[in-house]
């Protein structure tokens, strides 16, 4: 019999499953019909709550693997690793599966090493073929996809969030929670302090499914706000062009782009931003592209869905009382 | 204190990158090599480490061909004392795995404290190395730090790692590793002085039998590369920017439903 596809759950460290494990359960579901095996999803946290574990059976879990332990928060990988390399080695799934987040990029890339396994990191794509699954990457900035695949099982991967279609949560779907017993290791680092970025009220960067963006077009720091009042109309999260980092006008963790952060939303709204091959590497997998620029030879336009040659100031207001006309109805 | 910094060889992001005659791999004519972004602000990182505390070594280290010598030179023209080479046929097909055994096995043999890499490499941003070789050294690793302090006696180091929503602050005991993300530093430039002495210091060459390592398989291969699927022509939305914006909207609504 086919082994399970396990997805390792990302939450919010309350005991909520983020969304994108929607995504993640859904594409395991989906490669489980083909290859056989349940999907399943492996929890590590301090606390489970009863309203995760339904969550995550209505997006297609069957079994919940729920390590419960005050030693996994903060999330450490020195912890997480020995714990997940304990299960995969009980239970040999075919696969695990973990989404693209900064902790997750992290354990997998540790797993991996301990079990001697290959991880494909940012997936943004996912097929069988011949009975053995072939992983699509973006490689070079995006410029070129790399087809992979692994020598033997488990085949490790992350997902790049955004890219793959959720499940739809099936009320009434529950997943069988069982609680396997195992060593959480002792860690040798410790957490000092976590700090919070100032709220802005508006969506994470890499999540948002609408994401406004500004370059060097907006002129200065002060003119942000355009952009961020737009994007409370749109429920978007707002991001920065490598020029617009530099300058210092906003902080580094806004930045779009090859050295900074890679989205893949729904919607995109650049604005003043030319298209430079480093922030097309952090975008260019959004599913709808629009470009607002003064410069009809600005770059940008030659990858956009939809472009507005003017100039920003006056068509991101115009664009802002649009939807609100729209959202309102 | 001995810093072990692992860096690699990209194109630059410039570069046009086309897939060569073997479909698994790029054609590497006419590329301008650089020393991939993030691994430079390890370096920088490692550098600052020593002058601080006013004396130990930063040494840097690659995997790669032949002309990955270029760039643990642009490493020792910015200040590191010595460059170690993992320079082996027997590496050509190296996935994330078989490196991080190669570069664990260097970092053991050295004995290093610290072991510095970069967020991710520009070319493949697997993003797994730093992280894969603390496993297999059992050391703590924290990823994407944007500050660190070693403390005084050369015992612990404190980082600020980058996390969905902030930071957090984690106190490793050392050896350990710790992979840079943009912000932890604005890397130097070389000065000529740098440059030149670069010449005269030390890229010692290491095969894999020096470290012990047979021959082995990757976990993970390249089945073939591909180029992107051309997005469809976009359309200019003309009018002044009240009108613009309204067909502008009406078309996101009904033509891409994006909204």
Redesign the interface.
Known sequence: MAGAIWCVVEDDRQGTPKKVMAEVLGEASRLASQLGGPAEAVWLTDKATEAGLKQLGEWGAKRVLLVEDAGLA?Y???VW?PVLAELVQKESPQAVFGAV???Q??????????L???????VVALAVEDGKL?A?????????????????TPWLATLRPNVFKPAEARSGAAAAVDKPATTVPA???????????SSTGLP?L?EAE?VVSGGRGLKGPENFVILESLAKV?GAAVGASRAAVDAGWR???F?IG???RTISP??YLGFGISGA??HL?GM?TS????AINKD?EAPI???????????LF??AP??E???KK??EK | MKILVMIKQVPDTATQVKISSDPKAIDTAGITWIVSPYDEFAVEEALRIKEKRGQGEVVAVTLGPERAKEALRSCLAMGADRAIHLNDSTWEQADTLLTARALAAVIKQEQAALALFGRQAIDDDMGAVGAAVAELLGWPCASWIMEESVDEAGKTIRVGRQVEGGLEIFDLPLPAAVSAQKGLNEPRYPTLKGIMGAKKKEIKDVKAADLGLASEAPALSVVKLEALPPRPPGRIIPGDPAEAAKALVKALREDAKAI
């Open positions: 903060p450490r990988g020195e690793a987040t900064t902790r990029r992290e354990v997998m890339a540790r797993l991996a090493a301990r001697g396994a290959g991880l494909a990191a940012d072939i699509t990457r973006p490689i070079y900035a995006g410029k070129l996809l790399s087809k992979m695949t692994w020598a033997k860690p040798t680092m410790s957490l000092v302090e976590r700090r919070e970025e994470e890499a609408i749109l902080p580094h963790r930045q090859q050295t900074g729904k919607l091959i480093q590497a260019r599913k709808v592209i629009c009809p336009f030659k990858i956009a869905d939809f472009g507005i040659v003017g100039d006056e068509v115009a664009l009382q649009e939807f729209l959202l």
